[in-house]
């Protein structure tokens, strides 16, 4: 995967799914319409705000609560290219696995201020705060779910799977 | 010679081909149940056309309820289900229930039997994982791991670690499942089972009844948990004869099986409870809560909506009227709940004590339709989430307890003890 660099946006502990994509607004799935409304609840000019390649930094439990795809959907419609938190709540850890939104876990994110610039490599696993030169270095995406996002994504990763089959 | 397992691990390994599994591994199971609603079934369906599936692996297992804005609320939902109906129909799915056959899925499929002990269930839904109480491993996924499996039959999963919770003693009057779990998820926070198996054991889970034991494995994922689950014994057997449509496999934790950790409660300790905004780990004792003045009280969901639930309810609410300021709204889960409360003289109690009786749908659980709250308004709810804006405004309030706590709070206008009210 490319490093990406990007603006972030920050945000606390456990950022739920109804933060992200509040329910009212579930009556769709289109992305376009999804991403409008995304993290709303929490900070309601973000969409407005947030421009393509920016990255959202949380605390613990990032994506608690429901099994919305749209979370993730709405947070790469909105051009948010990756987030990254200390930990994630395992069904967005694997909704965002299966919908291609990068992610990654890392505690030492914690001090870094919304407005910071990062760069992240996600093949060496090292964010670095770009203002201040400080890197941290995280866990590294495990094998199986590498091999998903080199697919593409769980659906193509399937595809190839049912090809092979017949 | 296997090595020891939990009821997890064995049920995972049974449906990977696999003699044992340990936590950590990655697996493909086979599936027993798939299951979707009215919000995460059309992206489902849209991948399993882009993945250029052409059949379900089983239409009797491929189970689709729209329930989270039905009866339609509006054009964009009613667009929504039609999606999932028109699928349902192409595909001559067994199960499919619109209409006057639909009810909250957590709560319709095990009354149905659709799930037996022994099974693997996924579901685009986070409760899927209230089927634990069966002794079944059941967890939420989404839409993409849900388009997969209704295409394979299949799921990965990493095998999780066990928390194992043991609640000792016997629970005081009005104490019920919800106040076991609300409880728990207090006492170790909405990440406290992260990625883990929370497994219920003790002699006060033994006495629980169905309905409790469902309360609680549903909140499992309120604490972060990956599933929730209690060995079936002659309860579970009972209320599954009759009803199960296939055949069960009972599995159990092997006595030297390794939890990550063991948590014992004493229920005699363990007061009603109510979580407080904006997360379900924010719990307290009823008689800590306060003054709290409240404008809505919803009786329903996946948690509480089981018939049990409406009797704890109608036992609060008997000779009572809710507080002229506050809505009381009671909503059966299923059809069939709804026609035993009918049947019990329930609904002459609720409709009495002012309420309004709602059909099955999920409504105002996820801030859907049917009793939405405007800025500044609370409502104490039997259902499981409380976060910002869960319920309607963001700035309105979200109070968790059980029905016997949320019928004595209608009465008295704020949050309030079933004992002050009740037999008043
Ligand atoms: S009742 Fe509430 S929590 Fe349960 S499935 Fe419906 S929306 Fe989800």
Redesign the pocket.
């Known amino acids: 995967m490319q490093p990406i660099e990007g603006r972030v946006w920050v945000f606390g502990n456990d950022v739920d799914t109804d933060l992200i994509i509040a329910?009212r607004y579930l009556n769709t799935s289109d992305p376009a319409e999804l991403a409008k409304h995304c993290m709303e609840d929490a900070d309601p000019g973000f969409a407005a705000k947030v421009q393509a390649g920016d990255i959202i930094v949380a605390g613990k439990n990032f994506g608690c609560g429901?099994s919305r795809e749209h979370a993730p959907i709405s947070i790469k419609a909105a051009g948010a290219a990756c987030v990254i938190a200390r930990d994630f709540a395992r069904i967005f850890y694997r909704n965002a696995f299966n919908t291609g939104l990068p992610i990654l876990e890392c505690a030492g994110v914690s001090g870094i201020q919304s407005g910071a610039r990062l760069r992240v490599d996600f093949d060496k696993g090292v964010i670095t705060v770009l203002d201040s030169g400080e890197t941290h270095v995280t866990k590294p995406i495990p094998p199986f779910m590498q091999e998903l996002l080199a697919a593409g994504g769980l659906m193509p990763y399937i595809k190839r799977k049912l090809a092979a089959r017949v | 010679m296997t090595r020891a397992m939990t009821i997890t691990e064995k049920i995972l390994a049974d449906h990977a081909g696999l003699d044992a599994v340990s936590p950590g591994d990655l697996v493909n199971a086979r599936v027993d149940v798939a299951l979707g609603?009215d919000i995460t079934a059309p992206i489902a369906i849209r991948e399993f056309r882009e993945l250029g599936a052409q059949k379900v692996f089983d239409r009797e297992r491929v189970i689709l309820v729209p329930?989270?804005f039905t009866p339609a609320k509006d054009i964009k939902s009613a667009i929504q289900v039609k999606t999932v109906r028109e699928f349902a129909m192409e595909q001559e799915l067994v199960h499919w229930y619109e209409g006057g056959e639909s009810g909250?899925?957590?709560a319709l499929l095990p009354e149905k039997g659709l799930v037996v002990p022994g099974d693997l269930v996924i579901g685009a839904?986070?409760?899927t994982c209230t089927y634990g109480a069966l002794g079944a491993f059941a967890t939420g996924v989404g839409s993409t791991d849900l388009a997969a499996a209704m295409a394979t039959g299949e799921v990965w999963l990493k095998v999780p670690e066990t928390i194992r919770f043991v609640f000792n003693g016997a629970p005081g009057p009005w104490v019920e499942g919800k106040d076991l779990v609300l409880y728990t998820i207090g006492k170790i926070g909405v990440d406290g089972a992260l990625y883990q198996a929370m497994e219920f054991t003790g002699p006060a889970i033994d006495n629980l009844s169905m309905a409790g034991r469902f309360t609680i494995c549903?909140m499992a994922i309120e604490a972060g948990g990956k599933n929730g689950i209690i060995a079936p014994d002659a309860k579970t057997l009972a209320y599954v004869e009759g009803r199960g449509l296939r055949k069960h496999t009972l599995f159990s934790s092997d006595p030297d099986a390794r939890y990550i950790k063991t948590i014992v409660f004493d229920c005699s300790q363990i007061e009603p409870q109510v979580a407080f905004p904006h997360l379900p780990e924010n719990t307290r004792p009823v008689s800590q809560a306060g003054d709290v003045p409240i404008h809505q009280v919803v009786i329903?969901?996946?948690?509480n909506?089981r018939i049990e639930d409406m009797r704890s309810a109608a036992r609060v609410l008997k000779g009572n009227k809710a507080d002229r300021r506050v809505r009381l709204i009671v909503i059966p889960?299923t059809p069939l709940v709804w026609r035993q409360a009918m049947a019990e003289g329930l609904f002459g109690i609720f409709l009495d004590a002012g309420a309004v009786i709602s059909p099955p749908t999920?409504g105002p659980?996820?801030g859907?339709h049917m009793g939405i709250l405007a800025d500044g308004e609370r409502c104490v709810a039997t259902?499981?989430?409380n976060f910002v804006g869960r319920m309607g405004h963001a700035k309105s309030e979200v109070y968790l307890a059980n029905p016997a706590v949320a019928a004595a709070s209608a009465v008295a206008g704020k949050i309030a003890h079933p004992a002050d009210v009740a037999g008043k």
């Open positions: 329910a429901s | 609603n329930d989270h909250v899925e957590h839904d986070s409760h549903n329903g969901s996946c948690t909506g889960a999920c659980c996820l859907g259902t499981n989430r």
